[in-house]
T-cell receptor, first 111, second 113 residues
Framework: GNSVTQMEGPVTLSEEAFLTINCTYT??????LFWYVQYPGEGLQLLLK?????DKGSNKGFEATYRKETTSFHLEKGSVQVSDSAVYFC??????????FGTGTSLTVIP | DADVTQTPRNRITKTGKRIMLECSQT?????MYWYRQDPGLGLRLIYY???????NKGEISDGYSVSRQAQAKFSLSLESAIPNQTALYFC????????????FGPGTRLLVL
């Protein structure tokens, strides 16, 4: 079964709104955690990552903190822009660096 | 130039046809992966390879085969395409260490009629 569960979309926000996309995982040990972004018509790009508990990944105003106690890696951004409209995927890796992806959350930001 | 390239970018084929999707990378990575993306299901791993002599099945390998022709090339074949293989296919590469980022190609959109 899928070991990464993320908030279902679609999510529609107004520009400058606060964004949270929830992601939880199941795993043994200490997986690395990732957020990828997919813009329309493109492949997946790494947005940010964290490799150990309490690490915070950040990029382009997005942040996510590796919370081992709640097995979560929620994505946040304080003020979204129209250009942030995309599909966001949470993922974790295992010891063999196989990745397990969530189902993706579509975000649309309206002006 | 892109680090991970896929050909073709789009393909329409008929049920029962054999087709091959190709992936090339210039990142010098040993590890390569094939995924398919379906709406509402995210990405699912089809096959992966940790070096030229290593091939492993992923979550959904039935109906697919792969060939690792060289470190830089990893091909995915559908021996006899069926309509439920209509999807977006992605190739990815990564370095050898646990927790390394996977780098994705632009995808191949496949339609099986």
């Amino acid at each position: 079964g899928n070991s990464v569960t993320q908030m279902e979309g679609p999510v529609t926000l107004s520009e400058e709104a606060f964004l949270t996309i929830n992601c939880t995982y199941t795993a043994t040990g200490y997986p690395s955690l990732f957020w990828y972004v997919q813009y329309p018509g493109e492949g997946l790009q790494l947005l940010l990552k964290a490799t150990k508990a309490d690490d915070k990944g950040s990029n382009k105003g997005f942040e996510a903190t590796y919370r081992k106690e709640t097995t979560s890696f929620h994505l946040e951004k304080g003020s979204v822009q129209v250009s942030d409209s995309a599909v966001y995927f949470c993922a974790r890796s295992n010891t063999g660096n196989q990745f397990y992806f969530g189902t993706g959350t579509s975000l649309t930001v309206i002006p | 130039d892109a680090d991970v390239t896929q050909t073709p970018r789009n393909r329409i084929t008929k049920t029962g046809k054999r087709i091959m999707l190709e992936c090339s990378q210039t990142k010098g990575h040993d590890r390569m992966y094939w995924y398919r993306q379906d709406p509402g299901l995210g990405l699912r791993l089809i096959y992966y390879s940790f070096d030229v002599k290593d091939i492993n099945k992923g979550e959904i390998s039935d109906g697919y085969s792969v060939s690792r022709q060289a470190q830089a090339k990893f091909s995915l074949s559908l021996e006899s395409a069926i309509p439920n293989q209509t999807a977006l296919y992605f190739c990815a590469t990564s370095g050898p260490m646990t927790g390394e980022t996977q780098y994705f190609g632009p995808g191949t959109r496949l339609l099986v009629l």
